[in-house]
Nanobody
Framework: QVQLVESGGGLVQPGGSLRLSCAAS????????MGWYRQAPGKERDLVAA???????RYADSVKGRFSISRDNAKKTLYLQMNSLKPEDTAVYYC???????????????????WGQGTQAIVSS
């Protein structure tokens, strides 16, 4: 089980971009699925994007065409490139490695479920 630390959040105007990073404490090569989630005040935490070790991706309908998830094994980092940001994208963004995302991506079980502390993105003029 790895420790995850998100960074890259901040205040951006509508139409702007942010690049979120999730640094892992160990190798991510063997992690089947990693993902980005977001939670707005009063809302549940929902999947934004996910990626498998083989490069298969999945996006929430609300972010398709605007967000891109990637993973860099050498840097042990998961990324979320967010473009054309909208006010409704405002949320705390969390990264995940393990069972939560594995289930979404088709694996029935993983022995761990790691979450980062979150990074805040505010989209406002």
């Amino acid at each position: 089980q790895v420790q995850l630390v998100e960074s890259g959040g901040g205040l951006v105007q509508p139409g702007g971009s942010l690049r979120l990073s999730c640094a892992a404490s160990g190798s991510i090569v063997s992690i089947y699925a990693m993902g980005w989630y977001r939670q707005a005040p009063g809302k549940e935490r929902d999947l934004v994007a996910a990626i498998t070790s083989g490069g298969r991706t999945r996006y929430a309908d609300s972010v398709k065409g605007r967000f891109s998830i990637s993973r860099d094994n050498a840097k042990k980092t998961l990324y979320l490139q967010m473009n054309s940001l909208k006010p409704e994208d405002t949320a705390v963004y969390y990264c995940n490695a393990g069972s939560s995302t594995a289930q979404i991506m088709g694996r029935t079980w993983e022995s761990y479920d790691s979450w980062g502390q979150g990074t805040q993105a505010i989209v406002s003029s």
